[in-house]
């Protein structure tokens, strides 16, 4: 396209066109995969667009530009994982200063704040963030930081993000939210006043379990500016090759999280009904609490559902090890399907005791939905609970 | 369900499995067939093996391998891992029991003839075709004594007529490049049997998706699998699918010619497949609707498009595909070249480039393109006319294809 789409282009045309635009010397209609660490610069003390791959890269640079695009912000940026773009975000703060974050966030942030940024001297306090009121409660003078999921996890839980912005607007705290499980295909949080979307790329951005990535994107120019000079200083960069990657994956981000989302609300309804399945967290289902919230804030719900067997920790283990489809592993978001159980693999750097606190049973299974066919995807569950939970 | 079955190029979806397990959907085969369950570091997707040679670890191994008693890579010209594992997948998707993937859709077909046919022999072949398939049966087999006998495009009388006791293949696409005719594929398999010569469809246009030759009896499909089934616009590949014992000599002569593709590239293509199923459903619906919406255009004199009442073969189209994919050949009225130019210069969303099939939408005027080189009266024999665009829509929301060419039709 000889001029950048305009932003009355729908996602999905966006998502092909954006940050692809034709490289202009040679008419490649895919823009080439930029490896190099360092740029030729026109002339002594004068820099080009691009002088070392930290600072910028073409392959990632476009990458941004689609990423900005998809999330209605003024800038974004590519890190070398998901937790390199939360910690770009934790790098704003200082010493003495407080966070308030959510009580089912992603075990790795978890970690993060109270083993990593709690030895900077900065505090962290847990809360419900479906309780507008209890998140008011904690927020201190020190407070810089909220910082919530889109979509809990592993519980699935979907906070009020125009309530929560409007209280860290008021207090003068900075509201980030990991949109990894909801995606921009089916909600922009920046569109509800939220400051910073962070993704895990790994997941479906990239979608096909095969690169490693972080996101970050803003509305503001001056935050944007913030955060690229943490990036630039510390170097969590992502790799030109997966950022060609995560493009090639964002280029059918819509249609994947849309049929993942189809068979997900498909096997969440069949479970609901599995004698052997004591309940079903899923933002689709009816008797989600949020569910109403999860209508009116995103334009679906999700591939990724939890279940609760009626089973022991062993019985779940082992109905995790019996699927033929779904692969036991942790990570989601990806063609693939894949299944684990929160207590001895994704949330297994909780301390037992938050485990228990926020309702991370051993009986508890997550499932991140592919690609596969739902009838498939049915089948096999339905055989690994009964092998998993008679054996 | 035993995912092995589908774990080698010998095995496709079904054929290991009891008939009481069902067929998986096209989906699941997609992401799944042809690799292996568990994989080498436990790696949920196929590591990428860019070892040129595979060691043995001693004399004895090597004997095993030398003496049939062991299957395993020997020299990547040979064979690669990334190459056994899409080449399942692809021979899944395609109901067939073997594929055979090479640098290109033009190595396939070339490694496919040249495999089959020797001097002296004759091809039969429908005339609306790709323009290089032409040109590498009619001036290179020729110059190794092959014959090649084009008829008019779905003329079966006409190409009965011209099979003799020399000819060995039957040759046709469908739907066929640019005008997008379909073939009745099950009379197409019915002649080649009932004369035993072989057939092969080039089934690029279609894909697995839309229709699967081998379920209709043809013996040999071929796939340009730069187009949808890579379906990025970003790696060339060829494929050809058959019966594991027809393509026994096709593949022992690509370790020969060595028109094999590359690890990296194959690893592009097994990734554009696991979204096969849904790129297919999304170029369905955009070629539907793009086609309609230029059928009802002031400015389009005619459209090509197998899923519209209008075109002459929409009757076979509909009784034997699935749908009609994404590529649309129009011709704008009362158009000279460069008007129907100045029409793809003002498209803003497809870019002016040759191929199909990838998720940008494309955009080309076969005059310029393809024959601009050729003589007024060939174009006329190839029925490539002045005022004729061709554009392989890709998955880019429909609302926005069809908005900007309107805006382009003004031009």
Known sequence: ?391 | MDMEATSNTSANSTSGDSPAVPKRGMSTDSVHAGEQRQKPGDSITDPIFCASTFTFSSTADLLEYVEGRSEREEYGRYGNPNEKSVEGKLAALDAAEAAIVYSSGMAAIVGLLMAKLNAGDEIVFFDQCYHRSREFCAKHLARFGVVTRQVPTGDFAAMEAAINDKTKMLVSESPTNPHLTTIDLEQFAAIGKAHEVETLIDATLATPYNIRPIEWGVDYVLHSATKYMGGHNDLLAGAICGSEEKLESVRALRGILGGVNSPHNLYLLERGLKTFELRMQRHNENGQRVAEFLAGHPRVERVYYPGLPSHPSHEIAASQMLGFGGLITFEVADADWQAASRIVDAAKIPRIAPSLGGVESLIEQPLVMSYFNYSPADRQKFGITDNMIRLSCGIENSEDLIADLAQALQA
């Open chain 1, 1 to 391: 396209m000889s001029e950048s789409p305009s932003k009355s282009l729908q996602f999905r045309t966006r998502a092909i066109h954006v940050g692809n635009e034709v490289d202009p010397q040679t008419g490649a209609v895919v823009p080439p995969i930029h490896l190099a660490s360092t740029f030729r610069q026109p002339g002594a003390g004068k820099w080009g667009e691009f002088d070392y791959s930290r600072s910028g890269n073409p392959t990632r640079s476009g990458l941004q530009r689609t990423l900005a695009s998809l999330e209605g912000g003024c800038g974004a940026l590519a890190f070398s994982s998901g937790m390199a773009a939360i910690h770009g975000v934790t790098m704003l703060l200082e010493s003495g200063q407080h966070v308030v974050a959510g009580s089912d966030i992603y075990g790795g942030a978890y970690r993060l704040l109270h083993k990593i940024c709690n030895r900077a001297g900065i505090e962290v306090t847990l809360v419900d963030m479906t309780d507008l009121d209890a998140v008011a409660a904690a927020i201190r003078p020190e407070t810089k930081l909220l910082w919530g999921e889109t979509i809990g996890n592993p519980l699935l839980t979907i906070p009020d993000l125009r309530g929560l912005s409007a209280i860290a607007r008021s207090a003068g705290v900075l509201f980030g939210v990991d949109n990894t499980f909801g995606t921009p295909a089916l909600v922009r949080p920046l569109e509800h006043g939220v400051d910073i979307v962070m993704h895990s790329a790994t997941k479906y951005l990239g979608g096909h379990s095969d690169c490693l990535g972080g996101t970050l994107a803003v509305a503001d120019e001056e935050l944007f500016d913030r955060l690229y000079y943490v990036q630039n200083a510390t170097g969590a960069v992502l790799d030109p090759l997966s950022s060609f990657l995560v493009s090639r994956g964002l280029k059918t981000l819509d249609l994947r999280v849309r049929e993942q989302s189809r068979t997900a609300q498909q096997l969440a309804e069949w479970l609901e009904q599995h004698r052997q399945v004591k309940h079903v967290l899923y933002p689709g289902l009816p008797s989600h609490p949020q569910h109403l919230r999860a209508k009116e804030q995103f334009d679906g719900f999700g591939a990724m559902l939890c279940f609760e067997l009626e089973g022991d920790f062993q019985q779940t283990a082992r109905v995790c090890e019996a699927t033929e489809l779904f692969h036991l592993a942790v990570s989601l978001g990806a063609v693939e399907s894949l299944i684990e159980q929160p207590a001895s693999m994704s949330h297994a750097s909780y301390d037992p005791a938050d485990r228990e606190r926020f309702g991370i049973r051993d009986g508890l299974i997550r499932l991140s939905v592919g690609l596969e066919a739902a009838a498939d995807l049915q089948a096999d569950l339905a055989q690994a609970i009964d092998r998993g939970m008679a054996g």
